[in-house]
């Protein structure tokens, strides 16, 4: 028995730059890094997650890993193919689904669509009908395949998006956003399906932005802000390395002007975020562990309304919301 | 084989959803029967008779495939992109340039739709009868012609992968090559400079024989020309979209985002 | 003054917006060259046909072409609001409705001059058709006549583009009409009866004629009738269409059938 050691996806200081320009006449070129060297490996029969907020690049290292964007700098490869000189080895092994409603032929029905992509990724003619017949009921759209596509809400399109990248068996499968714009119980049963396919051997490569979806799916997660791998581990893991030290949550309305950098600069105090939640503000502080932040952080909002004020244990999305802010 | 059904299958789902747009179907019928109205008009003004009405009646049936083609095929993969589906086709473990036969074959078939529909209107209105002597020889140069034309207008849809304005310039040839390709006009009344471009055009020699099995002479030289034309357009097209696909990867122009 | 800023700034603005054209790429392509093409088109299918009269091609091609901004652009401005998602910001603002709309006719007008003038003067030069200097202002006149009134009609096209999506489709229509029923390649009077009556209400169709007069040596005050009717039915589509306006937007709002997806 030969035992694979070599991992599915191969990620080596993969980078890109965008350059875009602008004016006709005087042209001014402005270069935006929006991945600027990340590594990691994925191994077969692994469910990997790429989790980071929006513009931190991870729809651009997906896009390069399915050869629809030339890296600036890097390799990758993907099933032992590299991504820039075996592009055609990799297109024919990799399924690609992204996220929201476009994709999809709006005028053709649902099967018209599977039907168009079978002869595309070059599914045989024998086996297409069979196989097509297989995802409409693996994606519970059997019953519904006959009917156009713009007539689709938006998580039976993007059922068929998933469909549609399982056509052709592909051995690694990467789905970038795939539950943006879901209800939650489409996003349940979206999740249910590819814990699916990943018992059944299929590599799945993930984004996302939701904490939870990573947290749930993954057996590992990459934290991925402003173009670098921030943390790369277990969900477990991750939630370890911040668990210790509390979080305080104070409810303000109206936080005055400078206060967040004087709560910033006490010494016990990590990091400070503010977020608006209806009428109010909540400040979030991530205290030093072993130390109670709350008095001088209150004796900070003196003269402010506040409601509720309570202190906490860190939860994965605060691991998150740390290493980003970090980055 | 497999070429043959992917090309097949792919242009006949293409067809059913042009067919159900008002743009690429109801548009591509009725704009060049515009065309034709006034063409038509202009001959009887003219007081044309016989082979030279007859000639018209082709030439101005045959513009509808041509616009049909040049009209939407610089737009189409601008709404492949808009839809995100063309980085779907890029994707697709097969010849970029073979996947855009089956998208521009479908436009010209609509354009032969138009074809009929112009002749009909012809007939109709203007009281043009059309007394084909080789029925067979103008059904295949007619085929022919959809298939060239479908392979020139593949060129232009490679050409817009890089060039998001390139629709504009597709819009914009429609009536040269009208001119050019004597759908109407006599290539040998045109400028001598133009009539090397004349040459290396597949409808010119589609429209030749179309005209040519209409009025009894053998079309097959014509068709030949048209059809080693139209082949060398789908070699180039190979070459030109690797690189353009290529550099449409390096300069991300595939998505809209 | 309020209303003066709607008109010249918010009509300017949205011409960029919405009508994102001014890209040389689609520019010298769409207004320049296609206008060019069509008159060298006609010229040559006219001689092929027996009617070798370069100068009544060059004139009907070159002048039916400033219909292609007045009507697709002003066509857009209801589509191109609708497919950015601003269309029911547009309804619900409190901008005078007539101020807005004509606003938005003003670059399109000249949008329109401009292209039909370039077509002009390039094609006279390349068929050598002799159009004397004299002639040159009355013909500016017509012209713009011509651009004021096919402008009305766009104006008509987009209150009806509240309800139609398809405007490109209808545009594209309206200007295939134009040029059968406008005189542009085959003179009114040469047409059956019932065609002449429609011509008679399309825009283009008299300040063609007028064209066609002045460069034949005519004097602006013996046209001046032809242009005022060329005016007045630019002034009848205007005014059709910021009534259509109105009326569906008061249907929309007590229906909700305002189609803003």
């Known amino acids: 028995m030969v035992r694979v050691t070599e991992p599915v996806i191969e990620v080596d200081g993969l980078a890109r730059t965008f350059r875009s320009r602008?004016?006709?006449?005087?042209?001014?070129?402005?270069?935006?890094?929006?991945?600027?060297?990340?590594?990691?490996?994925?191994?077969?029969?692994?469910?990997?997650?790429?989790?980071?907020?929006?513009?931190?690049?991870?729809?651009?290292?997906?896009?390069?890993?399915?050869?629809?964007?030339?890296?600036?700098?890097?390799?990758?490869?993907?099933?032992?193919?590299?991504?820039?000189?075996?592009?055609?080895?990799?297109?024919?092994?990799?399924?690609y689904v992204f996220g929201g409603d476009r994709g999809l032929y709006e005028r053709l029905s649902g099967l018209d669509n599977?039907?168009?992509?079978?002869?595309?990724?070059?599914?045989?003619?024998?086996?297409?009908?069979?196989r097509v017949g297989e995802l409409l009921e693996l994606v519970g759209l059997a019953g519904r395949e006959k009917e156009r596509v713009e007539g689709y809400s938006r998580g039976m399109r993007q059922r068929l998006h998933i469909a549609r990248g399982?056509?052709?068996?592909?051995?690694?499968?990467?789905?970038?956003?795939?539950?943006?714009?879901?209800?939650?119980?489409?996003?349940?049963?979206?999740?249910?399906?590819?814990?699916?396919?990943?018992?059944?051997?299929?590599?799945?490569?993930?984004?996302?932005?939701?904490?939870?979806?990573?947290?749930?799916?993954c057996d590992r997660i990459a934290v991925i802000a402003r173009g670098r791998i921030v943390a790369l581990d277990t969900p477990s893991e991750l939630k370890q390395k911040v668990t210790t030290g509390t979080v305080l949550e104070i409810d303000v309305f109206g936080?005055?002007?400078?206060?967040?950098?004087?709560?910033?600069?006490?010494?016990?105090?990590?990091?400070?975020?503010?977020?608006?939640?209806?009428?109010?503000?909540?400040l979030t502080v991530h205290a030093r562990p072993g130390t109670d932040v709350t008095q001088a952080v209150m004796g900070h909002l003196d003269g402010s309304r506040f409601g509720r004020v309570i202190t906490r244990q860190p939860t994965l999305e605060d691991a998150y919301i740390e290493l980003v802010n970090a980055a | 084989m497999r070429t043959l059904r992917l090309v097949g299958v792919a242009w006949w789902l293409q067809l059913k959803m042009r067919s159900r747009s008002a743009f690429d179907g109801l548009l591509s019928l009725l704009y060049p029967g515009f065309f034709a109205t006034t063409i038509f008009m202009m001959f009887k003004q003219g007081d044309a008779a016989g082979p030279a009405l007859l000639s018209a009646a082709v030439g101005s049936s045959a513009m509808g495939i041509w616009s049909a083609v040049s009209t939407t095929a610089a737009f189409a993969l601008q709404m492949e992109r808009r839809q995100g589906t063309l980085e779907l086709l890029v994707l697709a473990p097969q010849p970029f340039a073979l996947l855009l036969v089956p998208l521009t074959l479908s436009m010209a078939t609509i354009g032969a739709y138009s074809m009929i529909a112009t002749l009909l209107w012809g007939r109709l209105a203007f009281g043009i009868h059309l007394t084909i002597a080789d029925p067979l020889g103008f059904l295949v140069a007619v085929v022919v012609t959809v298939f060239a034309i479908g392979m020139l207008g593949m060129l232009i849809a490679i050409s817009s992968i890089r060039y998001r304005f390139a629709w504009a310039l597709g819009s914009a040839i429609e009536m040269p090559v009208w001119l050019i390709c004597g759908f109407l006009v006599a290539v040998s009344d045109l400028p001598a400079w133009v009539r090397p471009l004349s040459a290396v055009l597949s409808p010119t020699w589609g429209v030749a024989a179309m005209r040519a099995a209409a009025n009894g002479q053998s079309p097959w030289a014509d068709l030949g020309w048209c059809v080693l034309t139209a082949a060398s357009y789908g070699l180039v097209a190979m070459f030109v979209s690797r690189w353009m696909v290529h550099s449409a990867r390096a300069h991300a122009t595939l998505a809209l985002s | 003054m309020n209303s003066l800023r709607i008109f010249f700034i918010g009509g300017l603005t949205s011409y960029r917006a919405l009508f994102h054209w001014l890209s040389p790429w689609i520019l010298v392509p769409t207004f320049l060259l296609t206008p060019l093409f069509q008159i060298f088109l006609f010229?040559?299918?006219?001689?092929?046909?027996?009617?070798?009269?370069?100068?009544?091609?060059?004139?009907?091609?070159?002048v039916v072409n400033a219909a292609v901004p007045c009507l697709f652009a002003m066509g857009n401005t209801i589509g191109g609001e609708r497919n950015t998602g601003t269309l029911p910001l547009l309804i619900a603002s409190p901008a005078k409705r007539v101020p807005l709309f004509l606003g938005r006719a003003l670059p399109v007008i000249v949008n329109g001059f401009l292209v039909a003038v370039f077509a002009l003067i390039t094609g006279s030069l390349l068929l050598r058709v002799d159009i004397p200097p004299a002639t040159w202002g009355g013909i500016a006149v017509a012209i713009a006549a011509c651009s004021i009134s096919c402008t009305g009609l766009g104006l008509l096209g987009a209150a009806v583009a509240l309800r139609v999506r398809e405007t490109a489709v209808m545009s594209n229509i309206v200007l295939g009409i134009l040029i059968v029923f406008a005189g542009v390649n085959v003179p009114v009077?040469?047409?059956?009866?019932?065609?002449?009556?429609?011509?008679?209400?399309?825009?283009?169709?008299?300040?063609?004629?007028?064209?066609?007069?002045?460069?034949a040596g005519a004097a602006l005050t013996d046209v001046a009738g032809t242009l005022l009717a060329e005016l007045g039915l630019g002034a009848l589509y205007a005014g059709l269409g910021l009534a259509l306006l109105r009326w569906f937007e008061y249907e929309s709002r007590a229906r909700a059938t305002l189609d803003t997806a």
């Open chain 1, 22 to 95: 602008k004016g006709l006449i005087r042209r001014s070129s402005k270069e935006i890094e929006a991945v600027r060297g990340v590594s990691f490996a994925v191994e077969r029969g692994e469910l990997f997650g790429l989790l980071g907020p929006n513009g931190a690049g991870k729809t651009t290292t997906i896009k390069m890993l399915i050869t629809l964007l030339l890296p600036t700098g890097g390799r990758a490869r993907v099933l032992g193919h590299d991504v820039v000189a075996q592009a055609h080895a990799v297109r024919r092994k990799v399924g």
């Open chain 1, 114 to 130: 599977l039907r168009y992509f079978a002869e595309l990724y070059g599914v045989p003619a024998r086996e297409s009908k069979q």
């Open chain 1, 166 to 217: 399982l056509l052709h068996r592909p051995e690694v499968l990467f789905l970038d956003e795939p539950s943006i714009g879901i209800d939650p119980v489409g996003a349940r049963e979206l999740r249910a399906t590819v814990r699916n396919l990943v018992e059944t051997g299929t590599t799945v490569l993930l984004t996302t932005h939701y904490m939870f979806e990573a947290d749930e799916l």
């Open chain 1, 255 to 282: 936080v005055p002007d400078g206060v967040v950098e004087k709560v910033r600069a006490e010494p016990d105090v990590l990091s400070v975020s503010v977020d608006v939640q209806g009428q109010a503000e909540v």
């Open chain 3, 43 to 62: 010229v040559y299918i006219g001689r092929t046909a027996g009617i070798s009269d370069d100068r009544f091609f060059l004139i009907g091609n070159a």
């Open chain 3, 189 to 215: 009077g040469a047409m059956p009866g019932w065609m002449q009556v429609v011509a008679g209400w399309l825009p283009m169709t008299h300040g063609i004629r007028a064209t066609h007069d002045l460069a």
